[in-house]
DNA sequence: GTAGGGTTAG
């Protein structure tokens, strides 16, 4: 060998940086071992260029060769599994290094702890920095910013220990200790208990004791004791803050930055901007959106998909949109922001031709994506693309997800299908507030208020502590099947067993019950005594539609009254009374009020009913003839109601409310959506097929009786859902039991 | 060698 390739050999050990491909440290490597100098030092070093390459194998495979591998070959090979999601083997590694007796340096630990940070293992975690306090090198910069990460990552996790015990306790803890560098301590599989029995009951009562997330504390005790902080330690404790959900520090914390002349940059900002979208209004929002746009990192895909975010939060989609649309990158979480936005702000069909797009553009959609876009599925009732959804959910092997399963629960039974929802539901292994809720507004939707009533019992047997939403669906269960002792006692429960404030929801809720089950005055007295800070014109208009079933005009031009009050222009309430004005015969009233809706400018929204057949939707509109089909479905109509009038079907009038002949009236009621609806679905799918009809306004009371009918007549099941619940019809019968 | 964004029930 030359002198001048052993001179080579010799820079590059002492330049390891001049590496940069696998064939050039291999080239090393071998030479290293032809001239027999490849001792424990050089083969660390030839380590550290393989990993630092990425080269995983050909690291521990000279790795292995090493008897007592100094402590650089450890940290590298620790650092390297860690760089490639290898967490659980970066531990096992740091476990063995400690107990062949060698003290790791401080470039090692930011590897361990983002390593028991991405294994959720905050035991481990707290033994490390104990072991960093006891080494004395808490102060290093970034030791110091991944224990504020660790601990603000897993800070809504159980912690046995608190971290005033780390730091108080630790260093005198024998196990920590280094002549006992052969303790097991770091070894995961361990069972050994690192803390006494005593010391752990201690530990609870302190933590116990305290108020604060104790994550959130550990973090801001670490950042105050480091000596230097970098932009990353006060992005990592401004990040620990807004995730706790403590905006008002956060934001402190990002102004104090300024003063230590430190400017927030695309970290701290993606962070602090979810705030705005909540909790601040989005003026302070758009401010920062302008100083994003001053220091140019509007680009940044996390800011822009924060942007998205904030600006559809605050019902502002059309700065969300403008914001995706200049996005020079877009990933899938940008992608997402807006789905997710579209669905927020109601905006369905847009929901979905976006996912859509994002597919076409070879965007792969992750589990948060399905949990997005399904509920669009759910409020627009399309089954198929809700199954199309399914399908895809079920190959891309997230169904376990929560989020999902209980968006796919909620899309079923939104979509008709109550029982494809309760087989989801029964597959899941844990059902957390959220499932159990959706199931339980699945079964009170479709008039199965006994089986929700128990499902919600059965959920506070399995611990599982109702929130007001689920409140919210066990009053509406038993507002659709009449249950008003059961409903009471709900009610009451709420604020007394469970300390939860009633809010607009209930009350409507419970004001819904008492009006069906035709206890009017009991209602309007409840609803005029209910302090809510909201608006109560939801609970008056519904109110006012239990006036008109019942036929109870005279509390209906009270509740009318306190109604207009608070909402001059519902539409429906107008609609509601004039309909009853009209059935009274009370005809100058009803024209004041139709005049008063024409000064405004109102229209009536025509009712309107829509059929998936084939994949494909078809709207039907009262009265409206243009559909091709008209003429085979009125042929079907005739001929079925031929044999409904032997069945003894006598069409009910009374809900026809212009002013003309009966003969005129039956044929409005003969052109009325529902009905069109259900033909065209019966002439056009096979004997058999369930017909699943969605409806815009309540279903019409003599189409309610007519379907019936139609059901026994054609033996088909005949699900329609009207803007309150479902009816499912079979064998001449209709599953809400007439109480609607 | 450390740090950030989107999701389910009314």
Known sequence: MSSSSKTLIKTLIENPARIRSKYQAKQLHAQLIRTHSLSHTSASIVISIYTNLKLLHEALLLFRTLESPPVLAWKSVIRCFTDQSLFSRALTSFVEMRASGRCPDHNVFPSVLKSCTMMADLRLGESVHGCIVRLGMDCDLYTGNALMNMYAKLLGMDSKFSVDKVFDEMPQRKSFSEEDGKSSHFDTSSVDPVMSCSEVIEAETVIAASNL?????????????????????????????????????????????????????????????????????????????????????????????????????????????????????????????????????????????????????????????????????????????????????????????????????????????????????????VH?????????????????????VSLFEEMKLQGVR????????????????????????YFNSMSEVYGLEHELEHYAAVADLLGRAGKLEEAFDFVSNMRVVEPMGSVWSTLLSSCSVHKNLELAEKVAEKLFAVDSENMGAYV????????????????????????????????????????????????????????????????????MEREGYVADTSGVLHDVDEEHKRELLYGHSERLA????????????TIRVTKNIRICRDCHVAIKFISKITEREIIVRDNSRFHHFNNGSCSCGDYW
């Open 213 to 429: 997330p104790l994550g959130i504390d550990s973090v801001r005790k670490v950042f105050e004791l480091m000596p230097r902080k970098d932009v990353v330690s006060w992005n990592t404790i401004v990040a620990g803050y807004a995730q706790s959900g403590m905006y008002e520090d956060a934001l402190r914390m990002v102004r104090e930055m300024g003063s230590n002349e430190l400017s927030p940059d695309a970290f701290t900002l993606s962070s602090v901007l979810p705030i705005f979208s909540g909790y601040v209004d989005v003026n302070k929002g758009k401010e920062i959106h302008g100083y994003v746009i001053r220091k140019r990192i509007d680009a940044d895909v996390y800011i822009g998909s924060s942007l998205v975010d904030m600006y559809a939060k605050s019902a502002r989609i059309e700065d969300s949109e403008r914001v995706f649309s200049h996005l020079s990158r877009r990933d899938s979480i940008s992608w997402n922001s807006l789905v997710a936005g579209y669905v927020q702000n109601g905006r369905y069909n847009e929901a979905l031709k976006l996912f859509r797009e994002m597919v076409s553009a070879k965007v792969r959609p992750g589990p948060v994506a399905f949990s997005s876009v399904l509920p669009a599925c759910a409020h627009l009732a399309t089954l198929h693309l809700g199954k199309q959804l399914h399908g895809y959910v079920l190959r891309g092997g997230c169904s376990d997800n929560m989020f999902i399963a209980s968006a796919l629960v909620d899309m079923y039974s939104k979509c008709g299908n109550i029982k494809a929802a309760r087989k989801i539901f029964d597959r899941m292994n």
């Open 432 to 452: 957390d507030e959220v499932s159990w809720t959706a199931i339980i507004m699945g079964h009170a939707l479709h008039g199965h208020g006994d089986e929700a």
């Open 678 to 689: 259900v033909a065209f679905g019966i002439i056009n799918t096979e004997a058999g097929t």
């Open 576 to 643: 509601l009374m004039c309909n009853m004005y009209a059935a009274n015969g009370r005809w100058k009233e009803m024209a004041k009020l139709r005049l008063r809706m024409k000064k405004r400018g109102m229209r009536k929204k025509p009712a309107c009913s829509w059929i998936e057949v084939k994949s494909k939707t078809h709207g039907f509109v009262s009265g409206d003839r243009s559909h091709p089909s008209m003429e085979r479905i009125n042929e079907f109509l005739k001929a079925v109601l031929e044999q």
């Open 466 to 489: 109702p929130n007001r939403v689920a409140f919210v669906a066990v009053l509406t269960a038993c507002s659709h099947v009449g249950l008003v002792d059961e409903a009471w006692g």
